[in-house]
Structures are given as C-alpha cells and as structure tokens.
Nanobody, 123 residues
Framework: QVQLVESGGGLVQAGGSLKLSCTAS????????MGWFRQAPGKEREIAAA????????AYADSVKGRFTISRDNAKNTVYLQMNSLKPEDTAVYIC????????????????WGQGTQVTVSS
C-alpha cells in the first residue's frame, strides 16, 4: 500500500505564500516520480510540479515556473510544494501523486493519489 496525505492548504491573499506537504507511507520512493497536480473548477487536472525522487530533477508548469518549488525529504518520505507570489488563478485543489516509474513522469498517469488540499487565493 501507498498512502499519501497532504497538508498545508488554506486561504491566502494574492501575493502570499503557502507550503504544502505530502507525507507518504507504505514504502520508499526510490525510482518513483512525485507530482503535485491541481484542479480548478471547470478545468482539467494539470500537473503543476513534479520531481524525480532519486535524482531530484524537477519540472514545472509554465504557469507556476519561478513561483513554485517542489522538493523532497528522503528521511521523512515527504514532498513539499513551496508556493510564493500566489495569484487568484492558482486557486485549486492540490493533489499529491506518486508514479511507480520515472519514465513518463510529466504525464497524468500516476499510480497513487492523495485526497487533495484546497488552496484558495483571494484578490
């Protein structure tokens, strides 16, 4: 089993910051990719940021590049998403996900999903 539990969502003003955490249980993630997806009302789920666990290589959607940072802590089995300079258009449910293999890591085909945490950015 792999269980992903997110925390850190909330309501912030535009320009503010928020840090999301995703703690995994069940196994370690060597060879995995971890991603932060987001889904806004009326929009398809998109990948905001992803990290290849073993190599620490990261990738970001153009919409968040330069503002968001994904990182991981091996000892804690935790992946983070630091979100700065938040905009109202960042409002979405943010979902942590894990993919068994690093290949295709920027696709939406992940294997395990958290419950999501709401991020709301007010103007």
């Amino acid at each position: 089993q792999v269980q992903l539990v997110e925390s850190g969502g909330g309501l912030v003003q535009a320009g503010g910051s928020l840090k999301l955490s995703c703690t995994a249980s069940g196994r370690t993630f060597s060879g995995y990719a971890m991603g932060w997806f987001r889904q806004a009302p009326g929009k398809e789920r998109e990948i905001a940021a992803a990290i290849r666990w073993s190599s620490d290589i990261t990738a970001y959607a153009d919409s968040v590049k330069g503002r968001f940072t994904i990182s991981r802590d091996n000892a804690k089995n935790t992946v983070y998403l630091q979100m700065n300079s938040l905009k109202p258009e960042d409002t979405a449910v943010y979902i942590c996900a894990a993919r068994k293999y690093e290949s295709g890591w920027l696709s939406p085909d992940y294997d395990y999903w958290g419950q999501g945490t709401q991020v709301t950015v007010s103007s």
